[in-house]
């Protein structure tokens, strides 16, 4: 087992947000290496989104454990 911190998850929680649910009008919290203000791809694919937020995690075994199982969940364009 390894030790996967709060911070942690909070890194890639928001990452995942920023690339899936871009321009959402909610406070984010000031998180160390985050960047909010940063050009990320936004993705309609949360299996996608999911993939690339893998990136925020620090350490490898906390993106290796992200793990997506469902039927395909797509936005709508606006």
Do not use: H, N
Not at 1 to 7: I, N
């Amino acid at each position: 087992m390894y030790e996967v911190t709060d911070l942690e998850c909070d890194r890639v929680t928001l990452e995942l947000l920023e690339r899936w649910a871009p321009g959402a009008k909610a406070k984010l919290p000031q998180i160390i290496s985050f960047d909010p203000a940063a050009e990320r791809e936004t993705e309609r694919c949360l299996a996608t989104a999911i993939r690339l937020a893998r990136g925020g995690a620090t350490q490898f075994m906390t993106s290796a454990g992200l793990v997506y199982y469902d039927i395909p969940v797509f936005t709508l364009d606006k």
